[in-house]
């Protein structure tokens, strides 16, 4: 008589990840979840951060490369607002700031997508270029802006201010 079929194995299976069948039926393997796989030889285990200046980031991903002269032109704009920032406005604190970038492209016209932050709250610097650090309030803290570089203002500069 053959033996009943206990759960246990069965979810063990379904844990696993997706089975692979032989053709002949008789070898299956259970491919390991996607986070599990190993990198391919040569692939970098750690990308560190896109830092152009101190404390400045560039997230990944952008529809185009901001070049240093930018970014250098921008910091100076973005320098001067946190400046006129009654809370944070002493240039000791203004260094501190983590400042992001991307260049993005929107109804054909390029432009600088920025997100500045007083505190990060102890996320290590390379996650600063992988993806936009996203607080929705905070005050004076933390703020938005976009640069035109055609016209070399920014086109926008919001603070959060508190939810």
């Given at each position: 008589?053959?033996?009943?079929?206990?759960?246990?194995?069965?979810?063990?299976?379904?844990?696993?990840?997706?089975?692979?069948?032989?053709?002949?039926?008789?070898d299956?393997?259970?491919?390991?979840?996607?986070?599990?796989?190993?990198?391919?030889?040569?692939?970098?285990?750690?990308?560190?951060?896109?830092?152009?200046?101190?404390?400045?980031?560039?997230?990944?991903?952008?529809?185009?490369?901001?070049?240093?002269?930018?970014?250098?032109?921008?910091?100076?704009?973005?320098?001067?607002?946190?400046?006129a920032?009654?809370?944070?406005?002493?240039?000791?604190?203004?260094?501190?700031?983590?400042?992001q970038?991307?260049?993005?492209?929107?109804?054909?016209?390029?432009?600088?997508r920025l997100?500045g932050?007083?505190?990060?709250?102890?996320?290590?610097?390379w996650?600063?270029?992988?993806?936009?650090?996203?607080?929705?309030?905070?005050?004076?803290?933390?703020?938005?802006?976009?640069?035109?570089?055609?016209?070399?203002?920014?086109?926008?500069?919001?603070?959060?201010?508190?939810?």
């Amino acid at each position: 008589m053959p033996s009943p079929l206990h759960p246990l194995p069965f979810a063990v299976l379904l844990l696993a990840g997706p089975v692979q069948v032989a053709p002949d039926a008789q070898d299956i393997r259970i491919a390991p979840p996607s986070w599990a796989v190993s990198k391919p030889a040569g692939a970098a285990a750690y990308v560190p951060p896109i830092s152009p200046l101190p404390n400045w980031y560039e997230v990944r991903g952008g529809a185009w490369q901001v070049p240093l002269e930018t970014v250098q032109e921008i910091r100076a704009l973005v320098d001067a607002r946190l400046s006129a920032n009654e809370l944070f406005g002493n240039k000791a604190r203004i260094a501190t700031y983590a400042i992001q970038f991307r260049g993005e492209a929107r109804d054909g016209r390029r432009l600088v997508r920025l997100a500045g932050a007083c505190n990060v709250h102890d996320r290590p610097r390379w996650q600063l270029s992988e993806t936009f650090f996203n607080i929705n309030d905070g005050g004076k803290c933390y703020f938005d802006a976009e640069y035109d570089p055609l016209e070399k203002r920014l086109s926008r500069f919001d603070y959060h201010g508190y939810a």
